[in-house]
C-alpha cells in the first residue's frame, strides 16, 4: 500500500551471481516520524517556560544580596543556552520536515559582510579575521538557511580557535561552482572523530567543548542545509593547527551576480 518503502540492495554474490535483498522498511521510517514529531513538540513546549524564565531572570538585580550575584549570572548563562539548545532543535525539526527550500536569488556579498561582522562581535579583537569574495558570483537558495549554516561555521571558527588565531572567509570558484570556506588556526578535530562529527549532540569531548558553550547541533545543522541544496561539506582538520570547512555547490546553483542595482544609493 502507500504507506509501505521497501528499500532495495543488490550484492554481488559470486562472478555470476547477485543477491536482491528486500526489506520493509515502513516500521523504521515511521518509528523515525514519531521520533521526529516528538523532538518538534517537546522542543516547541519548552519555549514558552524558557522565555519567561529567562525573562525574570533578566530582571533580577542582587542588589540587597550582592553573594547572589555569580549564582545569578550562572542561572542567567544557563537559561541563555537552554534557549538556544531549544532554537536549534526547532531548526533541525523544521529542516528535517522539508525536502525543498524556497529557490531564491542569494545575495553573497551583503551574506559575507554580515558573517564577518558575527566574527568580529564573537571573536572581539581576539583574532585576526580575513574576508575573500572574488568570484562575482551569486547562489540560488534560500538565504535564511543558507546564513545559519555558514554563521554555525563562523562561530565555531572563533569558538574552537584561541586568542591570537587566525580566521578565513573565502569565496571562490570551484570548477563550474562556487564554495565557501571557513577556516581557522585553532585546536583542530582528531580524524578518529571527524566520520561522526556533524552528528547530533556530537562532540568531541573535551573541557575545551563544554567550555565553548555550543549546543552541538550547529554542524547538524550544516550538514542538513547544504544536503537541501545539494551541496557538499568537506572537513579538513589538523590537531593543533586548525581546520577549514568548505561548502561545495555545483554549477546549477551559482549565478553571475546581478549588478542592474547601482552600488552607491543617491
Ligand atoms: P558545538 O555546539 O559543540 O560547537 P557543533 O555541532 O557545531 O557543536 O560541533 C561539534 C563538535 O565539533 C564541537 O563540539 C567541537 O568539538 C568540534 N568542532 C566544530 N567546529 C570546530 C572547529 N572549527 N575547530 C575545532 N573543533 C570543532
Known sequence: NAETRINLRLIPYSEELWLLVARD???????????????ANVSHELRTPLTVIHGYLEMLEPEEKPDWAPMLAEMQRQSQRMTQLVEDLLTLSRLEAQDRLPDESVAMAPMIATLKREAEALS?????????DDTQLDLWGSTKELHSAFSNLVSNAVRYTPAGGHIG?????????????????????????LP????RF???STSRTRESGGTGLGLSIVKHVLNLHQAR???????GRGSTFACHFGAERV????????????
Open 25 to 39: 522498511v515502513s516500521k523504521l521510517m515511521r518509528l523515525e516520524q514519531v521520533r521526529r514529531d516528538f523532538v
Open 124 to 132: 572581539q579583537h581576539r583574532h585576526q579575521i580575513t574576508v575573500e
Open 169 to 193: 572567509i573565502r569565496f571562490e570558484h570551484d570548477g563550474d561552482g562556487a564554495v565557501l570556506r571557513v577556516s581557522d588556526s585553532g585546536y583542530g578535530i582528531p580524524a578518529t572523530h
Open 196 to 199: 561522526r562529527i556533524t552528528e
Open 202 to 204: 556530537y562532540r568531541v
Open 233 to 239: 561539506l568537506d572537513i579538513q582538520s589538523e590537531v
Open 255 to 266: 549565478h553571475p551576480r546581478d549588478h542592474a542595482t547601482p552600488m552607491f544609493a543617491a
